[in-house]
């Protein structure tokens, strides 16, 4: 499948990887947009948050979780961000499912 995240799950493209078990995968983003930037992604191809079943409740579950480690693990756990775009119109670029983990600046409200 064409997809890039897939690749890096697969290893074909590098990333600098910051937490990885069976089901999910964190790296750092190419294109931060805060000190602490970090993607969380399912293994398994979904294209995006439009496209999780209540059958994959445990791994969306999984994700967050995954995120608030990794927030406490680049010492932000208290205060961070997270961001899952669908679509183009809101912003998604890349048809994977992925979380952004943002953290390190103050956050301002409503986002852009
Ligand atoms: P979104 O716009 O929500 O789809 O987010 C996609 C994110 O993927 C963007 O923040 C990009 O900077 C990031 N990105 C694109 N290519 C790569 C890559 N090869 N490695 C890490 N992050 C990437």
New binding site residues.
Partial sequence: MDC??CK?VAGE????KVYEDDEVLA???????APV?V?VIPKRHLAGPAAVEKEDAGLAGRLMAVAAEVARQEGVGEHFRL???NGAE??????HL?M?VLGGRRMEWPPG
Avoid: E, K, S, Y
């Fill in positions: 890039l995240f890096i493209i590098p990333a600098d790296f750092r983003d190419i294109a931060p947009q930037h993607l961001v899952v775009n809101a912003g998604q670029t890349v048809f992925h952004h």
